[in-house]
């Protein structure tokens, strides 16, 4: 094809872009300079401060407003003749149903979460329109290419798990800061601020103490009259204090480890804070909650600086008396939140407290902000590089050159002198329940799992299916739908609350489930397996999947157990989780072909590198700032 073919492809095409975020921003202007003219954008937020630094195309005055309508405005600005249209909506709702996604040529994701990306990955696959697939995390960065019976699709490979820690060191041995961040969110301010009837266990038992969980509820119940100081305090002592006096007292736990030391109240602050600060009365309060803060009236400004015991006990108390005395409405129903300041600030201070308890370095507001809301700071050239790669992607899918198509990573530190790595899209994986038809299994006990488990462990959280519909033969166990009557939501209702073997139709082992998605037009088998006994901490959700989760020899490796030290801490939600799983599968466990195409890259260098875009080619021998 040439150059003119080339450029009436582009032009001809219509495209989807879903996310006008980090990426989206830079893909529409790159699209539209490259002479894309029918260009649609599904984007469901509006704008917010912390987007202005890289997201280009917004300004202050944007703050508020849909992502997708801005970015179009300010690119028809400079490319006034193309069509652009935006929804200000979520990719998941119906309307976005596989005759609208039939409509376009390639859908392009620039998206930061698994759930959508699964998604669209579904409808691609049942409207059979090609996906550019893309994510970064910091400096690293990565676009794939899924077409349907080509390559693999996007579920094809199991993505690495939210990185999880053993409770017996979040609750009694941390090592690191990261587990003193996860108590201080997990436990203590969800015990303090969120629902109080979770299970919660804010005691570092001792094996001696059969412990006090009456105790417990005791202390962090607080009076209608007790003072917020005093109560603050009384928190301070039990979970800094008398919690590790109580974990000290089992000297089997200690033996090979660094003891704790308890920290009480009065031993780190004044008597009485009033006197010494002004207590909250001189706080700043806008009438955003989210504003609010504890650092003014402490006198600290710069969210950077290292605070001492001394400063975090101080906002330990303050945070929390604004807490009660500014925001007591929300009290029951808080959860963690990175952009809420007087969340992050008591969580800094209360993880550092502990941190200090345990030996463990101090760290910044800034830094703890990071850790706790699983923050890689994003690199505004990183997403520029990804944006270009997945219009080059986008053109090689509309020019339908198969033997093109690239994975293409993008590393933080230059390998074999490049930073840019090409890897050929692996063939799709045969057992995957996504895109072949091959069925799952599930372990459980069916005599006494309900029918809700499954529908909520399995089928929404592990399946992502948005409108299930569970089937057991010709008998129909479970739908979710508008338009059902009252007596069938009161059937299945009923249902959901039976074990699997009491369901009209009972399930038992060997008995075959049929598990489908009408939106998504995603269908599959799960054969059921009875098994009596879980191993609790291995296997919490009392129940086990499996059968897509290995990609065979051929094909890839396995990716569900990613330890990459680089970002498994911190990149749990964040824009590319992938990434880890990718990276570790070029280095570490590379299928023969693929290893093969990496040596050559190192000896023949550019040619292998087939990026047709020379900007792209010299680019990645610079580095990326
Ligand atoms: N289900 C969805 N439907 C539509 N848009 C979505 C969906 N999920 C995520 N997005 C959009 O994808 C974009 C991802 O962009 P990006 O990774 O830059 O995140 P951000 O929210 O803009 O920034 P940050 O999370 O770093 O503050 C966001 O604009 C977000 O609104
Ligand atoms: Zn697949």
């Known amino acids: 094809m040439d150059t003119q073919q080339q450029q009436s492809a582009i032009k001809g095409a219509k495209v989807l872009m879903v996310g006008a975020g980090g990426i989206g921003c830079e893909l529409l202007k790159t699209l539209a300079l490259s002479g894309f003219e029918d260009i649609h954008i599904i984007d469901m937020d509006t704008i917010e401060v912390s987007n202005l630094n890289r997201q280009f195309l917004f300004r202050r005055s944007h703050v508020g407003q849909s992502k997708a309508k801005v970015a179009r405005d300010a690119v028809l600005r400079f490319r006034p003749h193309i069509s652009i249209r935006s929804y200000h909506a979520n990719v998941k709702n119906p309307e976005f149903d596989v005759d609208f996604f039939k409509q376009f040529d390639v859908i392009l994701n620039g998206l930061d979460n698994l759930d959508a990306r699964r998604h669209v990955n579904r409808l691609c696959l049942a409207a059979d329109v090609p996906l550019v697939e893309s994510g970064t995390t910091g400096f690293l960065g990565q676009v794939t290419v899924h077409v349907k019976g080509k390559t693999e699709c996007y579920e094809c490979q199991t993505k690495p798990a939210p990185k999880t820690y053993p409770v017996c060191t ?20 969800a015990k303090l601020f969120g629902d109080k009837n979770q299970d919660n266990d804010l005691n570092v038992r001792s094996n001696n103490s059969a412990s006090s969980s009456k105790e ?115 009290i029951g129903h808080l959860t963690f939140d990175k952009d809420d300041q007087l ?123 948005n409108l299930p519909l569970i089937m057991h033969g010709a008998s129909l166990l479970y739908e979710v739908g508008d338009d059902l009557d009252d007596i069938m939501v009161a059937n299945y209702n009923a249902n959901l609350e039976k074990s699997l073997s009491e369901l009209p139709s009972p399930v038992i082992n060997g008995s075959s489930l049929t598990v489908e998605d009408l939106q998504q037009e995603l269908s599959c088998k799960i054969n059921v397996k009875h098994r009596e006994e879980f191993d609790e901490e291995k296997e919490p959700e009392g129940m086990v999947l499996s059968g897509w989760t290995q990609a065979p020899a051929t094909n890839g490796e396995s990716a569900s157990t990613s330890n990459n030290e680089n970002v498994s801490d911190v990149t749990e939600s964040s824009s590319g989780p992938e990434i880890a799983s990718k990276k570790r599968s070029f280095s570490e466990t590379q299928p023969e072909n693929h290893k093969k195409e990496a040596e050559n890259i190192e000896s023949e260098d550019e040619d292998l590198m087939e990026i047709e875009n020379p900007m792209i080619v010299s680019k990645k021998k610079k580095r990326v700032e």
């Open 170 to 189: 979040i609750t009694s041995t941390p090592t690191k800061f990261v587990h003193c961040i996860v108590w201080a969110k997990e436990l203590l301010f």
């Open 216 to 330: 417990t509820e005791d202390v962090f119940e607080r009076a209608e009259d007790e003072d917020i100081e005093q109560y603050g305090r009384k928190i301070y002592d039990h979970v800094f204090g008398s919690n590790i006096e109580a974990a000290l007292s089992n000297e089997e736990t200690w033996k090979n480890r660094r003891r704790p030391r308890p920290i009480y109240s009065k031993d780190v602050l004044p008597e009485s804070l009033i006197q010494q600060n002004g207590g909250s009365q001189n706080c700043s309060v806008a009438d955003d909650d989210s504003t609010v803060s504890a650092m003014p009236s402490l006198g600290l400004k710069n969210p950077q600086e290292l605070w001492g015991l001394t400063q975090n006990s101080l906002v330990f108390i303050e945070a929390l008396k604004l807490f009660f005395a500014k925001r007591k409405k929300e």
């Open 343 to 465: 969340a992050v600030e008591f969580v800094t201070a209360a993880a550092n407290i502990r941190a200090e308890s345990f030996g463990i370095p101090l760290h910044s507001l800034f830094e703890a902000k990071g850790i706790a809301g699983n923050i890689v700071h994003a690199v505004a050239t990183t997403n520029a590089i990804i944006a270009g790669l997945i219009v080059i992607e986008a053109i090689k899918v509309l020019k339908k050159d198969a033997d093109k198509y690239r994975m293409t990573y993008c590393l933080e530190h230059p390998s074999r002198k490049m930073l840019l790595m090409p890897v050929e899209p692996f063939e799709p994986n045969p057992s995957c329940y996504v895109c072949s038809k091959t069925p799952l299994v599930l372990e459980i006990n069916t005599q006494k799992s309900k029918l809700r488990d499954v529908v909520d462990k399995i089928v929404k959280a592990k399946l992502g299916m």
